[in-house]
């Protein structure tokens, strides 16, 4: 599969996520403003991809501005892109790398190293994501069919993918029998993203709606739940896409154990706890209508939350590039994922 962010010359190119299944279109940015409306409108989602992303738009900002004044429009340009979308921490750990490299070159030198930076941001994220996808399928048994929710392949990590890359691994290694999506509402990344990465992968799979989760796992053996994460609390508590808690409830009713795949990119060990992450509010016509035609009646009051909170005792492990810790919290999280464990930083 093509990455869904690459840096070809001197621009990004994305792979629009809203058009598929659909339509496999790219679209070329030239411009760090381009690339911050593209994370809003979700051209591109997925805590890693936003978060390489943001790095190339960074480049594009100092590509596009004046030699001699650099460093104004490339901060600006940072601040722009640190405010389009809030709960994700890959975006903040990405722009904070950018910023230190703004700060200690050279103006000559500025494009390249920041361009250098970027790259390693997005090669760290295929570096993190192979190595979960090896860890994630170990804790995968023989047979299995495993549920995931929302989109953690390819499409939403600029690589190789966390949970679906683990599912993915698995299968190739003859252990995954099926594989089940939730379509994942208000926008369907499941329906429309993971099933279209499963399929071209070759894995059985089955699509249900959100809200058949419970009688499937009262029906239906169901081995594991795979997901990804947005951003993961010093205590283990977990951010992401929303109907995640609720799976994670039903899990432990059913005694299905609960996975999370991710990067050590994602964890936020200045947050104590999930009560801390900032939970995205989006648009409420996103609940409201689908394709731009409204499918509900008007009149009420709508929320539309983007991302939910998974206690960290709901969650069975957490797959790291790093390591899979069983049980997590604090202590094991900071020894992971803390300053002396940081890829080359």
Known sequence: MPYSVEWIDDHVRLLDQRLLPREERY??????????AAIRDMTVRGAPAIGVSAAYGVVLAALTAEPDDRNRPVEDAIAVLAATRPTAVNLFAALDRMRRVLRGSEKDDLVAALLREARQVHQDEIDASLAISRLGASLIPEGATVLTHCNAGMIATAAGGTALGAIV???????????????????????????WELVREGVPTTLIT??????????????CVMV?????????DVANKIGTYGIAVLAKAHGVPFYVAAPTSTVDLSLRSGEAIEIEERSASEVTSF???????????????AFDVTPHRLVTAIVTERGILSSPGTQELRRLAGPSGRRGK
């Open 210 to 223: 959100d809200s058949m989760v419970g009688h499937m796992m009262r029906t239906t053996r169901i081995d």
């Open 27 to 36: 679209a070329d940015l030239s411009t760090s403003d381009e690339v911050a």
């Open 228 to 236: 990804g994460a947005d951003r993961i609390a010093a205590n283990g």
């Open 291 to 305: 394709a731009d035609v409204r499918v509900a009646a008007s009149g009420p009051e709508v929320r539309n939350p």
């Open 169 to 195: 691994e698995a299968y190739r290694q003859g252990k995954v029998a099926r594989a089940i999506a939730t379509e994942t509402r208000p926008l369907l990344q499941g329906a429309r993203l993971t099933v």
